[in-house]
């Protein structure tokens, strides 16, 4: 048995990693050709913690320079006194945006390391309510030669998912083109949402959606701003289609801004606080009798997914199921559309350590 006496007594390290797309990718309001990657390694009694979050190099430094120097000495059994302390620590830069991102990694850290010290999985420690979670297949870019979004959503459907997500916002004509050809390939098999990333102004928005009603695409996310809260209810108002909107969500006050403007709230464990801000805000959204789904980093949503009643899905983004294989070893692999929860296999905590092949993409 590990002492409850243990306490964090090294500082931790950070790595940055970058990785390639296969080509320019956009959505309706950004375009990349890169991912980043920031991770976390926490370690006590001998045993190693892995967190990381999607972001910026800028998350490392205020990882490196602000919140693992807070948890040297502090038990690693309290990951809610190392919370608050880091929190703390943060307040004079403000606690969302990137440094939201930054503590999601280290809660991610800290819970890894905890399950590990305890030899069992997250998805033990957690507490599960299924084995696996249903995943929808998420790319679709508003970039992307027809042919290759047609061969995109084919693999989806091989793979078993229910439901498939592709990006628009760009121009609606075409925009409209891609969701038929779409809809052409799903009808009776899966459900189609769409994802317009705030692109359109209100008015646009609510007549993009009744066009999106007539095709029988199921959910819109982000039609307007995620923080225009009247937009989003005006849309809403108007469109048979769920609406859906979250993903920049850093804690449980600002999850509680959505919860009467969405129809299922989106949560992105890599941005809410991890683990922790996780299951708090999808607390606060079941109490107000919304479903939630979580955004992309598919691999680290595995355990909390299992672990939350009223979760819908997990958003299976091609960009990070590309990288993650590559990132870290023991990913959780998709099986007729299903995440498995972590820890099917004895491993303890989520199951994952950093891969030998990242070493190439680390910056
Ligand atoms: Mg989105």
Redesign the pocket.
């Known amino acids: 048995m590990i002492s409850r006496e243990l306490r964090l007594e090294e500082p931790g390290s950070v790595a940055v990693y970058r990785f390639p797309t296969p080509g320019p990718e956009a959505?309706g309001t950004l375009a990349w050709t890169s991912t980043t990657a920031v991770t976390v390694r926490l370690e006590a009694g001998g045993r190693t913690g892995l967190g990381w979050t999607y972001s910026t190099p800028a998350a490392a430094a205020i990882i490196r320079d602000e919140l693992l120097p807070i948890l040297v000495g502090r038990p690693p059994w309290d990951i809610a006194q190392c919370r608050l302390e880091m929190r703390r620590a943060c307040r004079n830069f403000g606690t969302t945006g990137v440094v939201a991102q930054a503590l999601s990694a280290v809660d991610i850290a800290l819970w890894d390391l905890k399950a590990r010290l305890l030899d069992t999985s997250l998805a033990h420690l957690m507490g599960s309510v299924r084995a696996a979670t249903p995943v929808y297949g998420s790319g679709g870019f508003t970039n992307l030669p027809d042919e290759a979004l047609e061969e995109q959503i084919t693999s989806w459907l091989t793979a078993g998912c229910t439901a498939v997500k592709i990006e628009i916002g760009r121009e609606t004509a075409r925009d409209l083109d891609r969701l038929v050809r779409a809809t052409d390939l799903v009808t009776g098999r899966a459900e189609l949402m769409v994802?317009a990333?705030g692109a359109y102004p209100t008015g646009h928005a609510r007549r993009v959606g009744v066009a999106l009603d007539e095709l029988g695409v199921t959910w819109f996310?982000?039609p307007v701003r995620s923080d225009d809260h009247a937009g989003l209810t005006a849309v809403r108002e108007g469109v048979e289609c769920d609406v859906a909107a979250g993903?920049y969500v850093s804690d449980p006050m600002s999850a509680a801004t959505l919860l009467d403007a969405v129809d299922c709230l989106?949560l992105d464990v890599t941005r809410c606080g991890g683990y922790t801000g996780f299951l708090e805000c999808a607390a606060l959204a079941a109490a107000h009798g919304l479903e939630v789904s979580a955004?992309c980093a598919p691999a680290l949503h595995a355990p909390v997914a299992a672990a939350v009643p009223n979760l819908r899905h997990v958003e299976w983004f091609i960009d990070h199921a590309r990288l993650e294989p590559l990132l870290v070893d023991g990913t959780p692999e998709v099986t007729d559309g299903l995440l498995p929860r972590a820890g099917e296999h004895g491993d303890c905590g989520h199951g994952m350590t950093l891969a030998a092949s990242a070493a190439e993409f680390r910056i």
Do not use: R
């Open positions: 959505d994802d990333n996310e982000e993903e989106q955004h």
